[in-house]
């Protein structure tokens, strides 16, 4: 059996597993109620004549970058620590199968349900802009596009962890910490020592909803300094466009290759 035949089947049964545990099902009810609550909440109290098309757009996609983070968490968080935490991993790991192909295949099958919830989202997404506006902006296509390459990198952040670990509740925890609050104190932090936190994940992750901010798609970073009294100064930091895609292959590329290379040497115990 070649490595795209094992990979696939991997990918099959960890698909499988997410239907059987009601995992997928629950995240896709999760999002509908999201997509729902947003709908009722814009026909009662919203007022779409005095708001323009890209403001109405980044509203709509500001939750996403929570929901990527929820489908990281859902199907990756445990994908790998779980096979040592329930000792699966005695009889997965012995047969004739690559362990390459456990991960990749494990990863796949993650994107995959991942991404079925991202485009039910975005379906909410697309068919309110144009019910109300009769238009969609070329920035929706952009920030579509980023929220995939996002959920790569995140998703690629998340499997580290869990091949790092050998309990998969514990991975989830951790990660969560780390999706959740370390970042967006490190965020918050560079407002106030002035320096820009390009490195946060996080940080390139509000380019979803930059785009949609004037001429964003022309490509450059921003900074605006707020003074709150006498020698208080914050610093806002936006990222540029470049700056975000870049940050983001790169988490993909180094967590890929650790997750690899970690679950390729590590023993069950």
Partial sequence: MNDLAQLSIISKY????YIRSKRLLTLVLITVGIGIAYILSIHFYVNTSYMDVKMFAK??????????????????????????QNKTGYFLLPNPIKRESVLWGKYFASFLA??????????????????YYNTLPVSIWYSFGLSFLFLLSLLALTYLFSSLLNNGTVAIVIVSILYFL??????????????????????SASILTLVFQGNYIGDYPTKQVINLGPGFNIT??????????????????????????IFHYKEMK
């Fill in 182 to 203: 370390v970042l967006p104190v490190v965020d918050s932090m560079s407002m106030f020592i002035g320096y820009p936190p390009w490195f946060s994940i996080n940080h």
């Fill in 114 to 131: 991942s991404t079925l919830v991202i485009l039910i989202y975005w379906t909410f997404v697309i068919l309110n802009v144009y019910y």
């Fill in 14 to 17: 960890q698909f499988k597993n």
């Fill in 59 to 84: 509203n709509w996609v500001s939750p996403l970058s929570y929901l990527v983070a929820l489908a990281s968490l859902f199907f990756g968080g445990d994908a790998i620590a779980g096979e040592y």
């Fill in 236 to 261: 806002i930091f936006n990222p540029s466009l470049s700056e975000s895609i870049t940050v983001m292959i790169g988490y993909f590329v180094v967590s890929a290759i650790l997750a690899t290379i």
